[in-house]
């Protein structure tokens, strides 16, 4: 592998470019209250915050719940999302500062999310930040969600950059633990979790203003080893 060719940054998008993970846990609640459900969402988003919204809907129910179903119980709770988020889409701070930096230090930029076409517009073109992405990879262009390493692959794939060359930044455990099996290491981006709640990050941030590309590049260099991935989530 030749030693100039670039690195990759892979963004995922909630809690990552947003900090949205409360709206996320309030539409959950309201679903689960309307289903008659007790289920807890912040605990519920602790865990399994990053896989697929009809996912982690699968998890609450006692019995198995037809996919077509969980579906709709998904499409539901993205419109409860989206009418509690809708006056409150801001970048987290630093985000296009950094993403220009970026670039202009040789980064290849993609996103990549567990959400569907509809929702990442609904974030990107609002805020006017698809500009900055070379690649964009959501759920429908992917077999299986994250914690699985699907999403990470194909950006990576698509970027044209091999994957011990990217970085992943993410705010939850399963998707830490999706970079790590796409055999690359991570950023943890900490909008709604602490520190000790990630497994081996390169550094730990609440935002992106005080994060540069040449620090990035430094850490980059200072831990070479992709760390490998819990068996157990």
């Known amino acids: ?64 719940v037809p996919k077509k179903q969980l579906e709709e119980y998904a499409a539901q709770r993205e419109l409860l999302y989206r009418v509690l988020y809708w006056n409150k889409r801001r970048e987290v701070a630093g985000l296009t500062a950094f993403l220009q930096a970026a670039r202009a230090a040789g980064f290849r930029i993609g996103l990549g999310t567990g959400s569907g076409d509809d929702t990442i517009a609904y974030i990107l073109d609002h805020l006017g930040l698809r500009r900055y992405f070379d690649v964009v990879v959501g759920k429908d262009d992917v077999t299986k969600g994250k914690p ?24 939850a455990v399963l998707g830490e633990q999706a970079a790590y099996r796409a055999g690359m290491r991570c950023v943890a981006v900490g909008t709604s979790l602490n520190a000790p709640d990630f497994q081996a990050p390169l550094i730990y941030i609440k935002d992106f203003t005080g994060l540069t590309p040449e620090y990035l590049l430094a850490l980059l260099e200072q831990h070479p080893t992709v760390p490998k991935p819990r068996k157990k989530q």
């Open 148 to 171: 699985h390493p699907d999403t990470y692959r194909t950006t990576a794939r698509k970027l044209g950059i091999p994957p011990e060359r990217c970085v992943v930044l993410e705010d």
């Open 1 to 64: 592998m030749p030693t100039d060719q670039p690195y990759a940054l892979i963004f995922d998008m909630d809690g990552v470019l947003i900090d949205n993970t409360p709206e996320q846990a309030r539409a959950f609640q309201l679903l689960f209250r309307d289903l008659g459900l007790t289920t807890n969402a912040r605990r519920l988003l602790r865990r399994l915050n990053g896989m697929p919204a009809a996912e982690i809907l699968a998890s609450v129910f006692t019995n198995p």
